[in-house]
T-cell receptor, first 112, second 113 residues
Framework: SQTIHQWPATLVQPVGSPLSLECTVE??????LYWYRQAAGRGLQLLFY??????ISSEVPQNLSASRPQDRQFILSSKKLLLSDSGFYLC???????????FGPGTRLLVL | GNSVTQMEGPVTLSEEAFLTINCTYT??????LFWYVQYPGEGLQLLLK?????DKGSNKGFEATYRKETTSFHLEKGSVQVSDSAVYFC????????????FGSGTQLTVLP
């Protein structure tokens, strides 16, 4: 069966520090991968998606970036965090050409 | 562009009450529709889905019917339980290669014993 992992689960970082969040999927090949952000009390905002290794599409201009160094690994990064980057970051995957997305447990980021 | 509008919460019900959470959408073409549930502190779980008009998705006593004529996908449950307390998200999927999801803003449901 397929599983999706995210780490860390919780992170507290100072403003201006770098960020690296990791997401890995097991039990499937060539998945579509997604990063979402959920700000407190708000819905989900799609940040990035990837349909293959090295292929990243950005939905919202910001100081975040994403990379996909391996087929089942998706990394969200920042060189300098802002207060507004605080939120709950969710990674998701889907079978290529199918529509249902499956979400990871999320990473709660607090920027102070 | 695509959009999803959900009824605003929070919604508070007593146990065994009937639940309706309204969801309407705007989309080009014929999207698939989803309901996801988020329990406190957790990620999202797929609750149910429907891929074409008049399809009914169902799971754990929840139901939603894809109504093309009213562009709606309302979530219903006949008798809610305390364990149903969560945030519910309506979403639609485009048919492009990336299969992106567009989410509603979520509806917080609290069920009291």
């Amino acid at each position: 069966s397929q599983t999706i992992h995210q780490w860390p689960a919780t992170l507290v970082q100072p403003v201006g520090s770098p960020l690296s969040l990791e997401c890995t999927v097991e039990g499937t090949s060539n998945p579509n991968l997604y990063w979402y952000r959920q700000a407190a009390g708000r819905g989900l905002q799609l940040l990035f998606y990837s349909v293959g290794i090295g292929q990243i599409s950005s939905e919202v201009p910001q100081n975040l970036s994403a990379s996909r160094p391996q087929d089942r690994q998706f990394i969200l990064s920042s060189k300098k965090l802002l207060l507004s980057d605080s939120g709950f970051y969710l990674c998701a995957w889907s079978v290529r050409l199918e529509e249902t997305q499956y979400f990871g447990p999320g990473t709660r980021l607090l920027v102070l | 562009g695509n959009s999803v509008t959900q009824m605003e919460g929070p919604v508070t019900l007593s146990e065994e009450a009937f639940l309706t959470i309204n969801c309407t959408y705007t989309a080009t073409g014929y999207p698939s529709l989803f309901w996801y549930v988020q329990y406190p502190g957790e990620g999202l779980q797929l609750l149910l889905k429907a891929t074409k008009a008049d399809d009914k998705g169902s799971n754990k006593g929840f139901e939603a019917t894809y109504r093309k004529e009213t562009t709606s996908f309302h979530l219903e449950k006949g008798s809610v339980q305390v364990s149903d307390s969560a945030v519910y998200f309506c979403a639609l999927s485009d048919r492009g290669s990336a299969r992106q999801l567009t989410f509603g803003s979520g509806t917080q449901l609290t069920v009291l014993p």
